[in-house]
């Protein structure tokens, strides 16, 4: 599918609706849609379920989760073991009003890879022996324990890159990477911010990292700065 | 038995570094283990790799910050010549693959065997995963550091782990402030102790078996 | 009774060519498949996917050979603006993954349930699977093109294949030189008989139960 | 580890013995380190199981096959379905002189990826129902059949790229990428041939395909013309 451009984060939600699961790249500052994520907290849109590398306090994110629009959260990083400042995303859960799935992150990484390659399981070593092995298929490989691990895929994914062609095809800038390529397959409806948008031809072929097939919709926004408290 | 004055933090990433090889690709845990870049040995070329997807970074950067090149602990950091950037399931296939030569990771406990506990506090009723489980299971060595015991003087070298675990058996090397401690597939061996720490006090504040040489060499700094 | 004439290879593939639609990405199989690129409905984007890690190429080049620019079947191609190269990992996950609208296969034989037989030739004793099967599961739409019959007369459109299978229950249409037929839940339905061929000719020549309704449009080319 | 740089590609084969599982990248004519299959041939390595894409007569590793070196073979093409001139490869397979696993071209890749990532076996659909699911286990995934196929690794992988720098970063030149990205994650020594070798900072960072961790060996060598007859 070729890629429609929008002018604004907010009409590029268009049609989106309750109760849907979302993927939204980043990690802490790198790479977060913030412009999709502050038009989809203005527009409303409860019951979703968020997977997401991390939840960190004074984020919008944690915001829509206080104002009771996330129903779940899919993630490698959510509840601090120190004490600090504690996110209402913590408060939610331990009141036991939004679902939590802990998942290694090497493992989240790949199961959203699978999930946009049509591959239904894999098995890694990650996690065996610990509490995240609950409820997971053991298999024995070469007289080493694995555990069948499940595809991830979502109704929609939000990601940020760097430059974007009209086509859909992505760049990304530095470690603003991460997760938002990996997004990009695994969605049914596959939203990108971008800071600038070039013609086709502009990009080298070469060095595509999202290829064009994977976007669906694109909207230029600046980066917005994102707090992280460390 | 009053507990032995340890190292600082400081000595202990600076020790953490002396395992470092020439040529040797390394991950460094959030934490503690992200002050070992300060001290990578001088005349060997280690490079850094972080699981956001970077590989071949320098030191922690204090010019303007720029939200897309930090580190797994958000921080901001360098970029050295002929660094590389990638996506996180690339990252992680380093990692479990096997193609990270040592990873160094914080603790709250370890067992005898090498189990080691780090993601969650049961006093506290939680904690995150992270990338630590990845790195445990993944990486060829793995090192953990961290304080000997619990600022209680509780004992984190354990018979067996009472924390929930993050991985089996995959702890190789741990470096305290008290002592280096070999995993092998006959327990705990004691191969170093800090500066003014005898082999008795170390084995006195860990609870599982340690075995020790006739000769425990002292940490040289 | 005599095999009607049929359609020449290159109208078969202007046939397949009108199923696509504007926006779509298309993988086109080694041989007779590869023909339908010179066939693209005009006025309709259709992007051409090729396993070996290209997406938006044009047509065959006749320019200077480049090793590095081929499709799947090894020939000389032109890029379009927009075009962009991956591994073949990733131009599996595009696939496997669903990304594909439509994919062309050519086909030995095929099922009354849209099985596929495409990739072994017993009589040969040989034959080679390349993507073929990971195209057979993985387009969103299969469409195979290929002769009604073996050039013995045998038809091709089976109960069940005899040859080594692709896929299962993958083929969703089949273009031949003299129909294009539905897989459908309720078994094969005729949709479009080539110009100057009968339904019932068809029929005959379709081992497999073929539904003919009342009234079965004339292919236009 | 960084890479080493050699002088020729028969000096970047030191220590290299008989009895190896290989690894060749490339597709048809694109990617193909033909000058390192060239020194291997010269050197008289025997013994060897090749993991390649396909095997086609004229090309060097038919040449391989033909005096001897080759036991066996797991590639997506390697026996024509139409007549037309036989490989040695398939005269030596007729005879019963070399083995064949014959895997999907989508599987073959993934189970690739698969070996350099940790990734002991994934689920995919390819193959179902057909004479290449033999021997594999079958899983059921919310009323989906898939089948449960291994990683794979090798002692050494031959890959060819365009550009280098000094510590082993590569990037690939248009359609050569194909299987050498992965290949250079999932043996034991990797040797690259390249067309040029730069210092590191040459290459931007962002547009490094193989990061140099992968990377053991490299030599600078030009692509060979490869024959291939269609």
Redesign the interface.
Known sequence: MVARVYDTPAEALEGIEDGISLMIGGFVTAGLPTNLLEALFERGTRGITAITNALNSDTVLDRMCEAGRVDGLVATFAIRASSGKKSHFETLYRAGKVTLEMVPQGTFAERIRAGGAGIAGFLTRTGVGTPLAEGKLEMEVDGETYLLVRGLTADVAFIRAHRADTLGNLVYRRAARNFNPLMATAAGLVIAEVDEIVEPGAIEPEQVHTPAIFVDRMVQAPALPVSWDG | MQRPQGLTRELMAMRVAQEFED???VNLGIGLPTLVSSFLPEGR?V?L????????FGGISDGDF?????N????PIT???????????????????????IAVLGGLQMSETG?LAN???PA???????????L???ARKLIVVMEHTTREGEARILRECTY?????GCVDLVVTDLAVIDVTPDGLVLREVAPGVTSEQVAALTDAPLRVPNSVAEMRL
Request: net charge negative; glycine share 24%.
């Open positions: 040529g040797m690709t070329r490079t790799q972080s699981e956001n997807g970077i590989l071949g720029d939200q897309d090149l930090i797994a602990g958000g921080q970029l050295l010549p002929g660094a590389s950037f990638c996506d996180s399931a690339t990252s992680f296939g380093m990692i479990r693959g096997g193609h990270i030569d189990d993601w969650f506090v506290r009723g939680g904690g995150s995963v992270g990338g630590a489980m990845d445990a299971v993944g929930p675990l993050t991985g089996q």
